[in-house]
């Protein structure tokens, strides 16, 4: 009886280890040549759903930027200011027409991933969908200022602006990526989050939909007769992994080629140890900083009792030793902005005049305006504690690192910090509500500061959780974003607008980090724009001579 | 029996509305928008109040709830705000990926758990198993996601033995063949059920040893001595299914973990199983998929609780379920 289990049993083992075998060994060859490669991209960012006018994150948006083409994009510059640095896509060319106009023609080439043709039409449709509230597209705020978009033949569109500013063009290509109307027009606009499309896209990018495993795939096939040239490389694969810690072990592992950001310096040490990887340095598109509520926490009526004041703001943003920090947390691999600012932007400036690092300037601008050491070694004045709490994410370990070494930088001064962790729905729904004195932020940018300076720090913001207003300040910013300003001048102004904001600390910028990209070592023509990590993939290529079984297995 | 296993299924009937009713209120109260956009973009209230008013969440909450119960009467479990897609597809991709991981961990949990601990028993008081015992003893005081970390570390990333994550090769899995995707999948599964049953095991291991050395000095094990039985017959056979009543409670008690034990392993491996789909929900406050999750683990809890008992009356003839 015993003997026969133990057969049984063997038996069985025997035919899971053989099931392995063939798992393991099971692979067909089937592409050599110049188009072969299968690039496999790991990343933490889940895709929600993929059609450009309703996603909403960073997974999804990597994908998109294969599957669908803008009229034109930002060149390697990542100029935004008039047109001269963009890059052709579906528009082969254009022209204005006066000074609040753009005629757009579209290369006749051009079309869907199921043969139809690219049409104005399309673009027209696109813009309507992007800017419906019912779509409630990320990208509609964007668009505010594209007065109408109306085709003129099948190949030509016109998009007329309700006023002239430095970046109209900026704004007529780069939110939107063209929808293929034959295939959305008839699918009710409240139902576009859920709709099959989103589920099965098809595009007219350089690579078109194969299949989407939630939670886990996507994967992606080169258009060989993707009309700006057929993509060197074959198959797009994009895994998920549950985090960033994991997406790098498993790149370590060899188990992906490519991670468009190592984030922390141990996982840049990690990815260097890799024999198989070269490590892309490009610029960071995030920054991160501790921004005051100048208003009192949970009554935005009042002034903060402590930030409220301009010199409070100052003497603490002196008393916090920028570079150590940086240091500490990021090692070499980020910089000290200059300002609320991701290093790509065109505007960042190291010497942009920030507050300088002089704990005894600090210590003696409390003590003037009044804030005298109390017994317990905290400051006080009129009764009230120089202490207040700092607002963390508890997903972000860059953050929560800051937050302690702020709380400890902040000691000697005189001031007591103390540290809420929250998960960013609670902290989000605490900054909306005013409810907190400081607040530990990081933002990804996109390429101009246009929008992100305007939302964050002007009093008509709608994230301006800060409650900072300076009509100086914003009569630099609007003269910066609207008019015939050109570039030097946008600059310029930028400039000035920096030195103010910096004057009068809102927050103390912290942290922008440098980006370092993975990506395996037998991928050539790696070019990595910084706003769009992905978006010239399909000029990357993979030699014949360095194919791996990698690139020969599949479809 | 039939009026004791309707009573228990209308026990377990109201445990999951309890539950249903508690975790929706909980998750609708709780701070924050099912439509925050990802990490490090700029949040827009009023998009975010626009999307509430067409889902319906800017109604009373009652209102909401008794909506929610009539689709659920229906068998509607909603739309997943996060992934766009019905709560029933999410969850019809994700809970055969958990049963797959955790009932492979759970088999090798009591398989290798009832062995070691088998062997543990026979052995007593010898240099083995003393030595079996302090492994075990390592084991059961490791926690889970570090063991898998470090496994991950050994098996994949240093050694190149193993995948590192996921539950297939996405690069060739499309063109393998059938025996080929099972293969695969099984390849995949190794790491992580490995992890899960090995930490499981040497738990039950020292649960069976301790229950069968209390039966070993029992009379009726004396007498099977007596009467010139083999020792291995004594032992696996009159022993062990007496000793087997605490392990049957154990695995009872398991059994709800077959859907939700898998969290930290899940997140560790990258295994897209209920686990992790539930915590992610619960982050992004998709409220219709947060619920389903916990019906879904309610009804496992109340079933789990009902199959340990009916086991143990089978096991043990003098328990009897009764309709008193």
């Known amino acids: ?555 | 029996m039939t009026a004791w296993l309707l009573r228990r299924c209308a026990a377990a009937v109201a445990i999951v509305f309890a539950v249903v009713t508690l975790t929706f209120i909980l998750i609708h109260l709780a701070p924050g928008t099912p439509f925050l956009p990802g990490p490090e973009r700029a949040f827009d209230p009023a998009a975010s109040a626009r999307l509430e008013r067409q889902l319906g969440l800017d109604r009373p909450l009652p209102v909401q709830f008794a909506l929610y119960l009539g689709q659920l009467v229906r068998g509607n479990l909603g739309d997943s705000f996060s992934q766009h897609r019905p709560v029933s597809e999410a969850l019809a991709e994700a809970v055969p990926n958990t049963l797959v991981l955790t009932g492979s961990a759970l088999v090798l949990d009591f398989v290798v758990g009832i062995a070691l601990g088998i062997f543990l028993a026979a052995r007593a008081r010898r240099a083995s198993a003393a030595l079996v015992d302090q492994v075990t003893l390592f084991f059961y005081s490791l926690p889970t996601f570090w063991l898998g970390m470090v496994l991950l570390l050994v098996f994949s990333v240093w050694l190149r033995w193993l995948p590192a994550g996921g539950i297939t090769d996405s690069v060739v899995y499309p063109s393998l063949g059938a025996w080929g995707r099972i293969g695969d999948r099984l390849w995949h599964l190794i790491l992580p059920a490995a992890t899960l049953g090995l930490v499981g095991a040497a738990g039950t291991a020292r649960f069976q040893r301790a229950a069968l050395l209390e039966v070993l000095h029992g009379d009726f094990i004396r007498t099977a001595r007596a009467k010139g039985l083999r020792e291995r017959r004594v032992l696996l056979v009159h022993a062990l299914r007496n000793a087997l009543l605490p392990v049957i409670t154990l695995f009872g008690l398991a059994l709800p973990f077959l859907l939700t034990g898998a969290v930290l392993i899940e997140t560790v491996f990258s295994w897209p199983g209920l686990g992790k789909l539930a915590v992610d929900a619960i982050f992004a406050r998709d409220y219709p998929l947060v619920v389903a999750a916990a019906i879904l683990a309610s009804a496992t809890v109340a079933g789990g609780s009902l199959v340990a008992d009916l086991l143990y009356a089978a096991a043990d003839p003098r328990i009897r379920v009764s309709g008193t």
């Open chain 1, 1 to 555: 009886m015993h003997q026969r289990v133990s057969t049984a049993v063997c038996a069985a083992l025997a035919a899971v280890l053989a099931l392995i075998a063939v798992g393991g060994c099971e692979r067909r060859p089937s592409c050599t040549g110049d188009y072969c490669g299968t690039l496999v991209f790991i990343t933490g960012n889940n895709p929600d759903i993929l059609n450009p006018a309703v996603s909403d994150n960073t997974g999804a948006s990597d994908v998109e930027q294969q599957l669908f083409l803008k009229l034109a994009d930002v060149g390697l510059s990542g100029n935004t200011i008039g047109d001269q640095d963009f890059v052709p896509e579906l528009a082969q060319r254009w022209e204005w027409e006066g000074p609040r106009s753009i005629i757009f023609h579209l290369d006749p080439r051009a079309h869907w991933h199921d043969g139809r043709a690219v049409t104005a039409g399309d673009v027209e449709f696109s813009f309507d969908a992007y800017a419906d509230t019912v779509v409630n597209s990320p990208a509609r705020e964007s668009l505010r200022r594209i007065a109408s978009v109306r085709s003129r033949d099948s190949l030509t569109v016109v998009f007329t602006f309700s006023e002239h500013y430095p970046e109209m063009f900026y704004d007529a290509v780069y939110h939107m990526q063209i929808l293929p109307r034959h295939l959305l027009a008839e699918v009710p606009r409240t139902e576009w989050r859920s709709s099959a499309f989103g589920r099965n896209p098809v595009g007219d990018g350089p690579y078109r939909f194969v299949s989407w495993t939630p939670n886990q795939s996507v994967e992606l096939a080169a258009d060989s007769t993707f009309f700006l040239g057929r993509p060197h490389i074959r198959r797009l694969i994009w895994h998920f992994a549950a985090n960033l810690q994991v997406a790098v072990t498993q790149l370590v592992a060899d188990q992906a080629d490519a991670l468009e950001y190592l984030g922390p310096p141990q996982f840049i040490q990690q990815a260097q140890k890799a024999p198989q990887l070269t490590l892309y340095p490009y610029k960071g598109s995030n920054y991160g900083y501790l921004g005051f509520n100048l208003r009192a926490n949970g009554d935005t009526t009042r002034p903060h009792p402590i930030f409220g004041d301009r010199s409070v703001r100052r003497a603490i943003t002196m008393g916090v030793d920028r570079a150590k920090l940086l240091l500490s947390v990021f090692g070499t691999h980020a910089k000290v902005p200059p300002g609320p600012m991701p290093q790509f932007w065109s505007i960042w400036d190291s010497t942009i005049r920030t507050l300088p690092y002089d704990p005894a300037a600090a210590a003696g601008l409390l003590a003037a305006h009044g804030w005298r050491m109390g017994p317990d070694s905290i400051r006080v004045k009129d009764g009230q504690k120089l202490s207040f709490h700092i607002l963390a994410v508890t997903t972000s370990n860059v953050r929560q690192q800051y937050a302690r070494l702020l709380q400890e930088s902040l000691r000697p001064l005189g001031v007591d910090v103390q540290i809420d962790a929250l998960e960013q729905n609670a902290l989000q729904q605490r900054l909306a509500a005013g409810k907190y004195d400081a607040v530990l932020e990081a933002w990804q940018a996109s390429p101009t500061p246009s929008s992100g300076i305007t939302q964050l720090w002007t009093s008509h913001g709608a994230t301006n959780y800060s409650r900072y207003a300076n009509p100086e300040f914003e009569n630099l910013v609007t003269r910066a974003t609207s008019g015939t300003t050109t570039r030097d001048a946008a600059s310029r102004l930028w400039r000035g607008a920096m030195d103010l904001l910096n004057a009068d600390a809102p927050g103390i910028w912290l942290f922008a980090p440098d980006n370092v990209a993975a990506i395996h070592k037998r991928v050539a023509d790696v070019q990595i724009r910084p706003d769009s990590w992905w978006a010239l993939v399909r000029h990357w290529r993979i030699p014949a001579d360095r194919l791996i079984d990698r690139d020969r297995a599949g479809r």
